[in-house]
Nanobody, 121 residues
Framework: QVRLVESGGGLVQPGGSLRLSCAAS????????MGWYRQAPGKQRELVAQ???????NYADSVKGRFTISRDNVKKTVYLQMNSLKPEDTAVYYC???????????????WGQGTQVTVSS
């Protein structure tokens, strides 16, 4: 019943900007954490940015100062604003969330299907 749907990916020139969105839907009691990972061809999946369960934010060193994570609790949506994009930012970006479906049950991790971001001139 729980699903995460990403949107906002596409092709952009170096120095351009994109904003990714990830909306959570289904049976959700609470969302403990949300974040973004990315995976480039031939590379390992890496953490890009996240809201931890305690409310703090974490960013990969490679995106600090350029990317900003934000969220809308009413819409159950997390965003990733990406500015000053570089070719090395090209990857499939995945939304992830730790979700409690019902009170007193355990938290499960969920993943979106991914959205392609391509930075090229």
């Amino acid at each position: 019943q729980v699903r995460l749907v990403e949107s906002g990916g596409g092709l952009v020139q170096p120095g351009g900007s994109l904003r990714l969105s990830c909306a959570a839907s289904g049976s959700i009691f609470s969302i403990n954490a949300m974040g973004w990972y990315r995976q480039a061809p031939g590379k390992q999946r890496e953490l890009v940015a996240q809201f931890a369960s305690v409310g703090t934010t974490n960013y990969a060193d490679s995106v600090k100062g350029r990317f900003t994570i934000s969220r809308d609790n009413v819409k159950k949506t997390v965003y990733l604003q990406m500015n000053s994009l570089k070719p090395e930012d090209t990857a499939v970006y995945y939304c992830t969330a730790s979700i409690l479906r019902r009170r007193y049950e355990s938290v499960n991790d969920y993943w979106g299907q991914g959205t392609q971001v391509t930075v090229s001139s």
